[in-house]
């Protein structure tokens, strides 16, 4: 069965500290990968995803993630976070050549202590 | 990117009536939408997949009777959760497909559910 693995439920981390976000899927066939982040009692929002092309992916608020196959992972990391940065953040996974569906983790919630 | 509107925000019902909530696509014509819940610290769960003019596909152990799903528009699709019980109460959140070669799906900002 298809499955999206985060491994850490919970990741506490000092503002200005280095994070790193981890994700592993179950199949090493062609896919598109994402990140989403959740604030609380919103939605959720699309932060970056991999579709093709050059394996490291970056958003505009300094996350960024890389693809690789070979692990089957595709871990987000920020180099210095900020308080605002405190979310849930959800990993998925569509496979394209299995029609629409998203598989997504259980997600990581993400504390950035001041 | 796209925008989907979901309506509304929030809703507290009695036990055993019904609720409907909408699900939007802005400025974009969406032949497929998907509803998921989600509960407390938990992720989403993908309840149904719902395509315009046709009937919504329901994941196992999910009662299509409970949650009644039309995607009456290439922009609207309603969830109904009939005669509600506290147990239904949950976080329910829409996306819509927008087509193409990536098929790239945006959410809506979802709906709390609270029934008493």
């Known amino acids: 069965a298809q499955s999206v693995t985060q491994l850490d439920s919970q990741v506490p981390v000092f503002e200005e500290a280095p994070v790193e976000l981890r994700c592993n899927y179950s199949?090493?066939?062609?896919?598109?990968l994402f990140w989403y982040v959740q604030y609380p009692n919103q939605g959720l929002q699309l932060l970056l995803k991999?579709?093709?092309?050059?394996?490291l992916v970056e958003s505009i608020n300094g996350f960024e993630a890389e693809f690789n196959k070979s692990q089957t992972s595709f871990h987000l990391r920020k180099p210095s976070v900020h308080i605002s940065d405190t979310a849930e953040y959800f990993c998925?996974?569509?496979?394209?050549?299995?029609?629409?569906?998203?598989?997504f983790g259980t997600g990581t919630s993400l504390t950035v202590i001041p | 990117g796209a925008v989907v509107s979901q309506h509304p925000s929030r809703v507290i019902c009695k036990s055993g009536t019904s609720v409907k909530i909408e699900c939007r696509s802005l400025?974009?014509?969406?032949?497929?939408m998907f509803w998921y819940r989600q509960f407390p610290k938990k992720s989403l769960m993908l309840m149904a997949t719902?395509?315009?003019?046709?009937?919504?596909?329901?994941e196992q152990g999910v009662e299509k009777d409970k949650f009644l799903i039309n995607h009456a528009s290439l922009t609207l699709s309603t969830l109904t959760v009939t005669s509600a019980h506290p147990e239904d109460s949950s976080f329910y959140i829409c996306?819509?497909?927008?087509?193409?070669?990536?098929?790239?799906?945006?959410f809506g900002p979802g709906t709390r559910l609270t029934v008493l």
């Open positions: 998925a996974v569509r496979y394209p050549n299995t029609g629409n569906q998203f598989y």
């Open positions: 400025d974009f014509q969406a032949t497929t």
């Open positions: 719902s395509n315009e003019g046709s009937k919504a596909t329901y």
């Open positions: 991999y579709l093709s092309g050059s394996t």
């Open positions: 199949s090493s066939v062609s896919v598109y």
């Open positions: 996306s819509a497909d927008t087509g193409g070669s990536y098929n790239e799906q945006f």
